[in-house]
């Protein structure tokens, strides 16, 4: 049973910068896609990135984030990393990190992840 635990979260102006970190324990990733998602109030959880934790493949972005948001992987410390630019009030949201999910082309279905991490708020302010 692998865990995910994110941090980094917190209140940003519009233009600023964040870097949420998501440390896996309990069980091996090496063969797992790893990557974030999130769900802005009263919608729908939706993909944001995504590795293969091995770097084979990736990484993935969806457009809206696409130039601004950068994923990154540690494996010696089990961290996947999510540096976000070029902040935005639409991307106010709670993110989550996700293992162990497949890739529909440059998407990813939140339906189909296996593992959660309990979610950090990121909050831009205009």
């Known amino acids: 049973q692998v865990q995910l635990v994110e941090s980094g979260g917190g209140l940003v102006q519009a233009g600023g910068s964040l870097r949420l970190s998501c440390v896996a324990s309990g069980g091996t990733v090496s063969s797992y896609t790893v990557g974030w998602f999130r769900q802005a109030p009263g919608k729908e959880r939706e993909f944001v990135t995504a590795i293969t934790w091995s770097a084979s493949s990736g990484p993935y ?3 809206t984030v696409k130039g ?5 992987r540690d494996p010696a410390k089990n961290t996947v990393y999510l540096q976000m630019n070029g902040l935005k009030p639409e991307d106010t949201a709670v993110y989550y990190c996700a293992a162990q999910f497949p890739m529909w082309g440059s ?15 990121v909050t831009v302010s205009s």
């Open 61 to 63: 972005y969806a457009e």
């Open 107 to 121: 998407r990813a279905p939140a339906a189909q992840v296996k593992y959660w991490g309990q979610g950090t708020q």
């Open 68 to 72: 601004r948001f950068t994923i990154s």
